[in-house]
């Protein structure tokens, strides 16, 4: 990837956190409709996009979902940007999408969903806020 300008990375990091935050809104419609398995996956997506804006204000540019997963953890959690139980969560969300979108017979239920979406969210917040002060800075 080419190098950015500053303005391209701000680009790229609200419209990367603007993804979070508009695929957490799906997560609601395939709870009612009981695909749990989806659901695991777009609250992933969600958080993914929110990590990947996460590493884009730090200009980390990352090529794989486990990249994203190891530099959230070197750059965000070890230094208490995100708090280490919304990293592990990261990390157990990630392993959640894998299982449902690649392993047979592997179905996600209601409890599972309700006991993961608040977390998402949490950590959605939290990289928001993160990404509000950063832009702050960057104006």
């Given amino acids: 990837m080419?190098?950015?300008t500053d303005q391209q990375r701000i680009d790229i990091v609200r419209y990367r956190i603007?993804?979070?935050?508009a695929t957490l809104k799906e997560v609601s419609s395939h709870i009612e409709?009981?695909?749990?398995?989806?659901?695991?996956?777009?609250?992933?997506?969600?958080c993914y996009y929110a990590a990947c804006a996460l590493l884009i204000s730090k200009g980390i540019e990352v090529k794989s979902h486990d990249g994203v997963?190891?530099?959230l953890g070197l750059h965000f959690v070890l230094?208490?940007?995100?708090?280490?139980p919304l990293g592990r969560f990261y990390s157990r969300l990630?392993?959640?999408?894998?299982?449902?979108?690649?392993?047979?017979?592997?179905?996600?239920?209601?409890e599972t969903v309700d006991e993961l979406y608040p977390q998402a969210k949490e950590f959605i917040e939290t990289a928001e806020q993160y990404i509000n002060n950063w832009l702050r800075k960057e104006r």
Avoid: C, M, W
């Avoid at 409709?33 to 969600?46: D, I, P, Q």
């Avoid at 990630?94 to 209601?110: E, I």
């Fill in 79 to 84: 230094t208490n940007v995100i708090p280490q």
């Fill in 69 to 71: 997963r190891q530099q």
């Fill in 18 to 21: 603007e993804n979070a935050q």
């Fill in 94 to 110: 990630f392993s959640k999408r894998s299982t449902g979108d690649y392993d047979d017979f592997v179905n996600h239920t209601k």
């Fill in 2 to 4: 080419k190098t950015l």
């Fill in 33 to 46: 409709n009981a695909f749990y398995n989806t659901a695991v996956n777009r609250l992933y997506y969600a």
